[in-house]
């Protein structure tokens, strides 16, 4: 089996700071993900990739950035930390490859404190 | 825009029982509905899905889709406590990339 793998676990920063989230994943995945999730709010997708150096923009991309410069590897950047933003956010893979429908595997998820 | 919505928000149970989950969704042309459950300080883990009408049993759970009614529900039989949880509802529409979750239930079993 495979893991995804986040890193910080939580991350701290000032109002204002750029902060970097990073992910990878060894199932050999063509598609990756990132999600926010709010207490009270469903998952709500960011940014996702369906290859290397693709990306995607969810729903909530605004303030962010990503970067997927490797295959096993999909990083999330807020551009300017704002303490509304404190949630967990997660990273996740999938096969894809154009099938309908194919399981996410998600990571344990990094918090985002802002001071 | 996809709407999912779960109910109840919460539920708890003791040891045993048999629990049922609701989600509703706003996509008749929705593809594949998943079922995933969260527990406390971890990523969802996707448990069970559904593509056609009519149900699916997987051990002890089980899945029913009706189409027609816009409705799933999933029914986990002898309810553990270690099936205490968030359990997440996710619909997938037109798009490959792009599933749709719910706000979750919250599971408790009580010993």
């Known amino acids: 089996g495979g893991i995804i793998t986040q890193t910080p676990k939580f991350l701290i920063g000032q109002e204002g700071q750029k902060l970097t989230l990073k992910c990878q994943q060894n199932?050999?995945?063509?598609?990756m993900y990132w999600y926010r999730q709010d207490s009270g709010k469903g998952l709500r997708l960011i940014y996702y990739s369906i290859t290397e150096n693709d990306l995607q923009k969810g729903d909530l991309s605004e303030g962010y950035d990503a970067s997927r410069e490797k295959k096993s590897s999909f990083s999330l950047t807020v551009t300017s930390a704002q303490k509304n933003e404190m949630a967990v956010f997660l990273c996740?893979?999938?096969?894809?490859?154009?099938?309908?429908?194919?399981?996410?595997?998600f990571g344990e998820g990094s918090r985002l404190i802002v001071v | 825009q996809e709407k999912v919505q779960q109910s109840p928000e919460s539920l708890i149970v003791p040891e045993g029982a048999m629990v049922s989950l609701n989600c509703s969704f706003s996509?008749?042309?929705?593809?594949s509905i998943w079922w995933y459950q969260q527990h406390p300080g971890k990523g969802p883990k996707a448990l069970i899905s559904i593509f056609s009408n009519g149900n699916k049993k997987e051990g002890r759970l089980t899945v029913y889709l009706n189409r027609a009614s816009l409705h799933v529900s999933l029914h986990i039989k002898d309810s553990q406590p270690s099936d205490s949880a968030v359990y997440l509802c996710a619909v997938s529409g037109g798009s490959n990339y792009k599933l749709t979750f719910g706000k979750g239930t919250l599971l408790t079993v009580t010993p």
């Open positions: 996740a893979s999938s096969i894809d490859r154009g099938l309908t429908g194919n399981t996410l595997y």
């Open positions: 996509d008749s042309a929705s593809q």
């Open positions: 199932f050999n995945h063509d598609t």
